[in-house]
């Protein structure tokens, strides 16, 4: 009877999707899904905790947190004029820009391979997904990105900068092209934007189709799940009518004010990472593994027939990295995220016993 209801009931397109898929990571040096792995440093812990006692848990959180917004805007350097909207990651702005234009019956077009997302949202709500290859270094073609958007018509054209899982940082004009170019909303997602160090936020404005999703996640506070998308005033006013009321919990809201006062702190260990991300990419690529220069936290390398025999063994000896199980172009590829020092030469040394 339930299943009959169900395919009665749920959309054919929910019904052979698939769950995000998160990999157990209890008792492995987790490498595997872009954290910043430091936590706080002890003093900036418990003044954070006290900075929560008197949160009144008993209420509904601020529903949409004025002072906390215009610091971030600060945060982030927005111009004058462009507004922020809060989500609960940046996931739930994603679903939010996929829902707003369901109705176009338009395509969602990316990168491909980029972040999973963007195709998972628009297969689940019905969507056509149009995802335009990289080239062999996985960078970005973007005479067939042109040629895709005027043939396809987008609706949204997500362009994950760094990408991922690549690392690649596309030049600024081929993504002004694309923007000029594009039938739709552009969205430049910059979630690793702490370890890239470059930013589209300045030009919001000058275009009135792009918009710019950001993150605290990889700056090191994924636990609180605080996205934020900006754009012109009318686009935001118009897309925060599906966002739920009390998105934001208290908890969330008062520990991103403490840590944009603190700030410094989180840039530090992003130069710390950015560092070890070199040592890594030279130390992979010593070993001879075809390895990509990222400006992200994280590395693609290359294991042609390897891969799977290497995330095993990598598993087996306490280290989780990434693999592309059933990926059409990447199951013959890897990624790892950067740690913190002693965690990359586990790692390392791992790596090279396996090799």
Wanted: hydrophobic share 45%.
């Amino acid at each position: 009877m339930s299943s009959s209801l169900m395919a009665a009931l749920l959309r054919p397109e929910l019904l052979a999707s698939k769950a995000y898929a998160v990999a157990p990571s209890t008792g492995l040096i987790k490498l595997d899904a872009m954290e910043n792995p430091y936590g706080l440093p002890d003093l900036l812990r418990q003044a954070w905790l006290e900075s929560l006692t008197d949160a009144p848990l008993n209420r509904y959180p601020d529903p949409r947190p004025e002072s906390l917004i215009t610091a971030l805007k600060t945060h982030i350097g927005l111009p004058a004029g462009i507004e922020l909207m809060l989500g609960n990651g940046s996931d739930e702005l994603i679903q939010i820009l996929v829902t707003a234009v369901a109705g176009a019956r338009r395509p969602i077009m990316a990168l491909d391979p980029s972040f999973v997302m963007y195709r998972l949202l628009a297969q689940q709500l019905g969507l056509p997904f149009v995802g335009v290859p990289l080239d062999a270094e996985f960078q970005l073609d973007l005479p067939a990105m042109l040629r895709a958007m005027s043939e396809d018509q987008p609706a949204i054209v997500f362009l994950d900068w760094p990408n991922n899982p690549s690392g690649s940082l596309f030049p600024e004009a081929a993504l002004e092209a694309i923007i000029q170019a594009a039938p739709g909303l552009v969205v430049v997602d910059e979630a690793y934007h702490a370890f890239s160090q470059t930013t589209f936020a300045g030009r919001l404005g000058q275009h009135p189709n792009l918009l710019l999703l950001r993150t605290l996640s990889k700056e090191g506070l994924a636990g609180l799940r605080l996205g934020m998308l900006a754009g012109p005033t009318a686009w935001i006013q118009e897309l925060d009518k599906l966002r739920l009321p009390y998105n934001i919990n208290v908890l969330t809201q008062r520990s991103a004010a403490f840590f944009l006062q603190h700030s410094q702190v989180l840039d530090n260990q992003a130069e710390i990472l950015r560092a070890e991300r070199e040592r890594l990419f030279q130390a992979i690529t010593t070993l001879h593994l075809k390895t990509w220069p990222s400006a992200a936290n994280f590395l693609l390398f290359h294991a042609p027939g390897k891969a799977p025999a290497i995330y095993e063994g990598l598993k087996n000896a306490g280290v989780l990295i990434k693999a592309f199980t059933g990926h059409p172009r990447l199951g013959d590829y890897l990624r790892v995220s950067v740690g913190k020092p002693a965690e990359n030469d586990r790692f390392l040394s791992v790596l090279e016993s396996l090799l």
